[in-house]
């Protein structure tokens, strides 16, 4: 499998991991949704609802692949995507913190780009 199969199932993984974990929960009043784009390696898992008459939709995770790397893009777990895909076997020089700026990343222990 190539490096890019493995980083697309990896996150595919992890993702309806959590999203199977919060569905069983008995208060959740929202729509938990997952949507996988692997034509533009675009990853999202998202809640939907409704506040009285108001539509709401909120990104929990959006992660996409760039450059053979993967890009956090927005990140609301407890426990961090990117420590998931450590677990997974992905190099911390594949994995940016995206929702960082570019000169907060080079303070991490990730790739800045």
Known sequence: MDKLEKYRNSIK????EYQEWVSGSAN???ESCLV???????????????????K???????IRIKNEKIYIEEDWT???????????????????????DPETRKFTEFAVA
Request: net charge negative.
């Open 56 to 62: 709401f939709r909120n990104i929990q995770v959006h």
């Open 28 to 30: 959740l009043d929202q």
């Open 36 to 54: 996988f784009d692997e034509i533009h390696d675009q990853y999202f898992w998202l809640f939907m609802g409704w506040e009285g008459k108001k």
């Open 78 to 100: 407890e426990e961090g995507i990117a420590t998931e895909l450590l677990r997974e076997g992905v190099p911390k020089e594949d994995i940016v913190l995206a929702f960082y």
């Open 13 to 16: 993984k992890i993702l309806t």
